[in-house]
């Protein structure tokens, strides 16, 4: 449980990037900080204690998914399996996304002008 509580802390690389959309005129820095609190701890916290609870009532203590499949009616294992397969399409596109802001920053572009002494281009 305490890994899955720590995945606000895992998004905080992604929400400067993220709160450049946000108009500054429109919002202060502290409305933003809080939004960026309450969705990270809800949209997260809800999801984790769901897992718990399906968790403890599939009496899954090391294993989550067998138990949980073998507890499971058989009607349910279409919207299971839908949801397996899909839920993390949305986290890897924004670990994706991640990467290459992350690549951005590592890799410089060849193109690009000189932003320190070292890497300045000699001319002519």
């Known amino acids: 449980m305490a890994a899955g509580l720590s995945g606000p802390i895992a998004f905080i ?53 067998e138990p949980l499949v073998s507890a499971a009616p058989g009607w349910y294992l279409v919207p299971l399996l839908l949801a397996a397969s899909a839920g993390s399409v949305g986290n890897a596109g924004l670990m994706l996304y991640s990467m290459g802001l992350d690549l951005d920053a590592i890799v410089p572009d060849p193109g690009a002008p000189p932003q320190t002494p070292l890497l300045k281009r000699r001319r002519g």
């Open 13 to 65: 690389t992604l929400l400067g990037d993220y709160t450049r959309y946000v108009s500054p005129r429109r919002h202060s820095s502290r409305t933003v900080l809080r939004a960026t609190c309450v969705g990270l701890t809800a949209g997260l916290l809800v999801p984790q204690l769901f897992g718990t609870f399906t968790a403890y009532a599939a009496g899954a203590a090391l294993d989550y998914a």
